[in-house]
């Protein structure tokens, strides 16, 4: 009998894909990227051509693809240098090189049993079941597809854990040295709708309690280096769909004018919903709610995302290849009698 899934979870890997979101290269493909995007989700047209706007402020190009570049060749570095010989492939959702392509390679490279790696770090449909949707679709399509583990929601990992403490740290340090005790720890992540977070992960509500826990673990390590406590909390950028659909609140820019009317002078932003400086980050944050702040007499500096710091890379690699030393062999904890 065949598996469906392919040959057995305890056959070793032989390569590891990055899977990803993808983003337009160019003006051109702006527009086709938002509808590969958008497709079937209800967005509004208004949100659309404000988003557009946002890719073509920035030359209709993300800065996603060249993340994705660079924390490919990362991660090969990183293979190498732990004496692992594995090919790194990728594939994104909604942009070349697309998924599919990819599998396409890997099956014609041979390969038959993949790690793979999302560039998402939380639970949640869009950040998580959509990817594994994608992929089953992908393994669907492509006559003798390896079979394909993507890693779990990793946002704890000590090592994305202690490179945001780094990068936080670094924007703390860069504020004015009068205003640095005061600042507050704003942990910002995309909003999601409050639906969406209530039925992430298994039990529900796993996208806000997986941000919670992780924006304390970050806010006590920055604690530790600095030695002063600051006050932290959890905010949301990036909205979409309906104004009548909820959405987890507040927003950024909101929020930044409740604090400054309660006399709140200096902030540091820490984007620790994601994992590179997406355009969310780089529009959302550095164009928008750092004019925000500013227009608010607010000192705010925006914190680094982990990137391809070598500890987050090294905690991608691990956590890639932690599964088949997870999975017990047939032979397993089996009495060995005969008798
Ligand atoms: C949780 C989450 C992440 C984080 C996890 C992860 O990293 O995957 C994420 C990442 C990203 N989202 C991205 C871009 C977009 N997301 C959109 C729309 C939406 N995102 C949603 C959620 C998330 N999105 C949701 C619930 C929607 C509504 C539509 C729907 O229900 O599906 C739209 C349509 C326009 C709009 O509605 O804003 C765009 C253009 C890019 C690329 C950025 C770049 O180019 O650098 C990235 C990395
Ligand atoms: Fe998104």
């Avoid at 990068?167 to 639906?195: C, G, M, N, W, Y």
């Avoid at 950028?237 to 927003?251: A, F, I, M, Q, V």
Wanted: hydrophobic share 40%.
């Amino acid at each position: 009998m065949t598996n469906p899934l392919g040959p057995p979870a305890d056959q070793p890997y032989d390569a590891l894909l990055l899977l990803s979101f993808g983003g337009p290269e160019g003006p051109d493909d702006v527009v086709p990227f938002l509808e590969n995007v958008t497709r079937g989700r209800g967005i509004p047209r208004e949100r659309l051509v404000e988003v557009g706007q946002h890719y073509f402020l920035f030359g209709g190009r993300s800065p996603i693809n060249d993340q994705n570049k660079a924390l490919m060749a990362a991660l090969e570095a990183d293979l190498a240098a732990a004496g692992i010989d594995l090919p790194v492939y990728w594939g994104n959702r909604n942009w070349e090189p697309y998924l599919v392509d990819a599998v396409r390679q890997m099956a014609a490279d041979g390969r038959r049993h993949v790690a793979c790696i999302a560039t998402s770090a939380y639970s949640s449909w869009s950040s998580c079941r959509q990817y594994l949707d994608n992929i089953a679709e992908a393994v669907a399509a492509v006559p003798d597809a390896p079979r394909i583990d993507k890693v779990r929601w990793f946002a704890h990992h000590p090592g994305f854990v202690a490179t945001v403490v780094d990068r936080t740290v670094e924007a703390v340090k860069a504020l004015p040295a009068q205003l640095r005790d005061d600042a507050r720890l704003v942990f910002v992540t995309h909003s999601i709708p409050t639906a969406m977070n209530e039925e992430s992960g298994p039990e529900g509500g796993a996208y806000l309690a997986q941000h919670r826990d992780v924006a304390a673990a970050v806010a006590a390590g920055v604690a530790a280096v600095t030695g002063q406590q600051r006050p932290h909390e959890l905010v949301f950028c990036s909205r979409s769909g309906s104004p009548r659909t909820p959405w987890l609140e507040p927003d950024v820019n909101d929020r930044l004018e409740e604090l400054a009317a309660d006399g709140v002078r200096a902030v540091v932003m820490v984007p620790v919903g994601f994992v590179s400086d997406h355009m969310e980050v780089v529009y959302d944050l550095d164009t928008e709610a750092l004019a925000t702040a500013e227009k608010l007499g607010i000192e705010a500096r925006r914190a680094g995302t982990a990137g391809t710091d070598p500890r987050f890379v090294a905690a991608l690699r691990e956590l890639a290849l932690e599964r088949p030393i997870e999975a017990c062999p047939a032979h397993c904890c089996l009495p060995r009698t005969t008798a």
